[in-house]
C-alpha cells in the first residue's frame, strides 16, 4: 500500500498541517489513514459500481469511529488541525434543533468532516489517481 506522511493525510483531510507528527493531531490523521487503508484492502475485489455503493454506505459509520471521544483529545485535536481557521459543512446544529453543547459539537463536527475527507481522498489515492 502507499504511505503517506502527516501533512499529506492533512491535504487529505483539507485540514491545517499539525505542528509536528507526534502531536494529537497527527495521530488522529494517521489512525484515519490507517483505517482507510483497511477499508480501501476489504474493498480491493469490488466493482466500480457496487464499490461505490459500498464506499457511500461506509462513510458515517466509517468518520463517526474516528472523531475522539475525549474532550482534551478532541480538543487537542481540533487546535492541532487549524479548526479554528475552518468552516466545516457539519456545523448547522440549529436547523435540526439542536442547541445543546454547540463549543464540542463544532469539534465533533470538524473532526468527522475530516475523517469523512480523509475517507474518500485516500481511496483516490490507494487507486493511484491523484498524489497529495
Request: net charge negative.
Amino acid at each position: 500500500m502507499k504511505e503517506a506522511n502527516y501533512i499529506q493525510i492533512a491535504r487529505m483531510a483539507e485540514c491545517s498541517t499539525p505542528e509536528g507528527d507526534d502531536t494529537d493531531g497527527a495521530k488522529f490523521l494517521r489512525e484515519c489513514f490507517d483505517m482507510a487503508e483497511e477499508l480501501n484492502i476489504e474493498l480491493q475485489g469490488l466493482e466500480n459500481g457496487e464499490y461505490d455503493m459500498r464506499i457511500d454506505d461506509l462513510a458515517h459509520e466509517f468518520a463517526d469511529s474516528c472523531v475522539p471521544i475525549y474532550t482534551n483529545q478532541l480538543w487537542n485535536v481540533w487546535v492541532d488541525c487549524g479548526g479554528y481557521h475552518f468552516d466545516g459543512e457539519y456545523r448547522d446544529f440549529t436547523s435540526h434543533g439542536d442547541t445543546s453543547d454547540t463549543m464540542n459539537r463544532i469539534a465533533q463536527a470538524d473532526c468527522y468532516q475530516w475523517a469523512r475527507n480523509i475517507m474518500f481522498n485516500a481511496q483516490v489515492y490507494f487507486r493511484g489517481n491523484r498524489d497529495y
